[in-house]
C-alpha cells in the first residue's frame, strides 16, 4: 500500500524528470545550444550568440510549453473518459471531438482553394487552421453535451459519440476524393500533428484552455472516484449524474478540443498513459492520478518531441508517429508483464 509520503516522492522525481527533459529539449535541434548559455537567457542575462537567444525564446520555448500542455492535457482528458465510460479503451477523442477538427480543416483547405491569391493564402494561415479546427470540435461538443441532457446512459453517450466521429472521418473522406494532391498534401500534413510554429499569443490561448479544463477536472476528482463504484452506488451517495457527465465531457473537450486546435490530432497519449500510471500507482483515487498524468503525459510528450527533432537534423518527424512509435511498445510490454489493467 503506497502512502501520502510515497506518492509526494513520486511527484518530486517525477517534476525532476520532467525539468530534465525540458532543458534537454531546449538545447537540442539543427542548433546545439549549452545548458548553460539556456540558464543565461533565463536569468536575463542574454546568450553570448543573438541568434540562440532568439533561436531559444522565439522557437524552442513556446514549443516545449506547448508540448508540456498537449501532453498533459490529452493524458487528463483521456483519464477522464476512460472512468467515466469505465472503458481501457476510451481515449481523450472518443466523442468525435478530433474528426470535428479534422473537418472542419478539410472543408477550410477545400473551400480555399474557390478563392485565389491573397484571399486563399489568407484562408489558410495558422490562425485560420487553428479557428476552423476549434469550430469543428465545438459543433461536436455542442451536439454530444445536447445528448447527454436527453439520455442517461453514459455508454449510449459513447456509442453516439463514435458516430459522430464517423460522420464527420465520412464528410472528410468525401471532401478528401474531390481535392488535388496539393489540398491532400497539406491537409495530410496537419493531420500528422505539430509543436512548432506557435505564437506566443496561441501559447496564451492554449494555457487559458489547460488551466480551465484542469480546475473542472480537479472540482470532479471525487465525484470520478465515485463513478469507479458504479452508477447506482454514486447515486446513493447523492451523485448528480447527469450534471457531473455534463462537467466531465465538458472538461475533456476543452481540454482536447483546444490541443487539437492547436498541434493538430495527437494519438496514443491520452489512451496510453492513463495505463502506464496505473501500472506504476496501485490506487483508483483520482486526487493522486490527476497529477499523476498530467506529469507524465508533459514528459512523454517532451521526449517524443524531442526524438522527432532529430537532434543536430534539419528535419522533424511528425510527433504522431514519434507517440506511437515510442509509448505503444512500452504499454505493450507492460501489460504482458503485469497481466492485469488496473481500472
Known amino acids: 500500500m503506497q502512502t501520502a509520503q510515497t506518492y509526494r516522492t513520486h511527484f518530486i522525481v517525477l517534476f525532476l524528470m520532467l525539468l530534465v527533459a525540458f532543458l534537454v529539449n531546449l538545447s ?21 550568440k543573438e541568434t540562440w537567444r532568439y533561436i531559444l525564446i522565439d522557437y524552442r520555448l513556446p514549443k516545449a510549453i506547448t508540448a508540456m500542455l498537449a501532453g498533459g492535457g490529452l493524458a487528463i482528458s483521456g483519464l477522464l473518459m476512460q472512468t467515466l465510460f469505465r472503458n481501457p ?37 495558422q490562425w ?27 455508454m449510449a453517450i459513447l456509442i453516439i459519440g463514435l458516430m ?39 501559447v496564451l490561448i492554449l494555457s487559458i484552455c489547460f ?51 492547436f498541434v493538430g490530432p495527437i494519438a496514443f497519449v491520452g489512451l496510453a498513459v492513463p495505463h502506464l500510471v496505473r501500472q506504476f500507482y496501485k490506487t483508483s483515487n483520482h486526487l493522486v492520478l490527476l497529477p499523476a498524468v498530467l506529469l507524465c ?3 512523454l510528450m517532451l521526449i517524443c518531441d524531442t526524438v522527432a527533432q532529430l537532434p543536430f537534423s534539419e528535419f522533424t518527424l511528425p510527433i504522431n508517429a514519434i507517440t506511437s512509435l515510442i509509448g505503444a511498445p512500452v504499454v505493450i510490454w507492460l501489460l504482458v508483464r503485469k497481466r492485469k489493467l488496473f481500472f
Request: net charge positive.
Open 297 to 299: 503525459g508533459s514528459l
Open 89 to 125: 479503451l476510451a481515449g481523450p477523442f472518443v466523442l468525435g471531438l478530433s474528426s470535428g477538427a479534422s473537418l472542419g480543416v478539410a472543408i477550410l483547405i477545400l473551400g480555399a482553394s474557390a478563392f485565389g491569391g491573397f484571399f486563399g493564402t489568407m484562408l489558410l494561415s
Open 28 to 48: 537540442m535541434g539543427s542548433v546545439s545550444i549549452p545548458l548553460g548559455e539556456i540558464v543565461s537567457v533565463f536569468l536575463g542575462n542574454g546568450a553570448s
Open 164 to 202: 459522430f466521429g464517423s460522420v464527420t472521418t465520412a464528410v472528410v473522406s468525401v471532401l478528401s476524393y474531390f481535392s488535388n494532391a496539393e489540398q491532400l498534401q497539406q491537409y495530410i500534413f496537419w493531420s500528422f500533428g505539430s509543436l512548432g510554429n506557435q505564437s506566443w499569443q496561441g
Open 128 to 154: 485560420s487552421l487553428v479557428i476552423a479546427a476549434g469550430l469543428g470540435s465545438f459543433l461536436v461538443l455542442m451536439a454530444v453535451l445536447a445528448v447527454t441532457f436527453r439520455i442517461k446512459d453514459t
Open 211 to 261: 488551466v480551465m479544463g484542469l480546475l473542472l477536472s480537479i472540482a470532479s476528482s471525487k465525484s470520478l472516484n465515485a463513478l469507479l463504484l458504479g452508477e447506482n452506488y454514486a447515486k446513493s451517495m447523492g451523485l448528480h449524474i447527469k450534471r457531473t457527465t455534463f462537467i466531465i465531457i465538458l472538461a475533456t473537450s476543452i481540454l482536447a478540443g483546444g490541443i487539437t486546435a
